[in-house]
């Protein structure tokens, strides 16, 4: 297992870096995150000792559940995103494990999540600041979480604004769709909705540069639409048990 594991992380960062250069990025701009749910410690750690860096769990139970095997001695160094749908009362929970959480899709978890950075921050007594990253619904598919396109500005700096709070970027989950002229839509609408906030210029907005998006099976068209963060299960850890 631990084989095959370095084995595709070494062809999906190849992935990474062909798609980069075809649109004359330097690959070194698109980090990859590794979408762990439902996989064993063994295996998450198996992609660490294989060179990952970063993580995102998106179930607060899994975060939670792992985050002890994780946090041991000997177990390289490396970043836990939240990338799942937050509910409020897990809010505390998972502050505990993770620096960032990308799926802020409403200003009333913005301001839970900011209370919360307060808190933990006069209680470690470091104050430092959550990072966040806004959720953008860019498909318009109406299972899928996020801010509406066209709320997102505003959204964006409302949440900016929050003093425990700062604003890293967006997400997206881009469009379930075989029509790679609807999956880079998406991913270009999530690149508009950073442009025009960048653009706004209001205060808190200036790191607001992550675009998080893109998946084992359209990395590419992500990568193409600007994207400096990928998340990638499958491709890395193989398919997952049906849930
Ligand atoms: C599972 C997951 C991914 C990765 O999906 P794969 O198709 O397995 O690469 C990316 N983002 C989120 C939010 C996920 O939950």
């Known amino acids: 297992m631990e084989h095959q594991i370095a084995e595709n992380l070494a062809v999906v960062r190849r992935r990474i870096a062909d798609a980069a250069r075809v649109v004359g990025r330097d690959p070194s701009e698109v980090r990859l995150l590794l979408a762990v ?26 975060l939670v559940a792992t985050g002890p095997a994780l946090a041991e001695a000997g177990v390289p160094p490396h970043e836990m995103h939240f990338i799942g749908h937050l509910q409020s009362n897990k809010v505390n929970q998972v502050l505990r494990w993770a620096t960032c959480v990308q799926t802020v899709d409403t200003l009333r978890l913005a301001e839970r999540l900011d209370a919360a950075a307060a808190r933990r921050g006069a209680a470690e007594g470091d104050g430092a600041p959550l990072d966040v990253m806004v ?13 509406e396109p066209d709320r997102a500005t505003e959204l964006a700096i409302a949440v900016a604004a929050l003093p425990h709070l700062r604003l890293r970027g967006f997400m997206t989950i881009g469009a379930n769709s075989p029509d790679v002229d609807v999956v880079r839509d998406s991913y270009e609408t999530l690149a508009a909705v950073r442009a025009r906030v960048l653009a706004a210029g209001a205060p808190g907005t200036g790191e607001a540069t992550e675009l998080s998006m893109g998946m084992s099976g359209d990395l590419e068209l992500a990568v193409a639409a600007g994207a400096t963060m990928v998340r990638v299960g499958t491709a890395v850890f193989g398919a997952r048990p049906p849930a």
């Open 37 to 62: 749910k439902t996989q064993p410690v063994a295996a998450i750690r198996a992609a660490l000792d294989a060179g990952a860096d970063l993580l995102g769990h998106n179930r607060a139970q899994e």
């Open 135 to 147: 959720q953008v619904n860019t498909s318009g598919e109406a299972t899928k979480a996020g801010v």
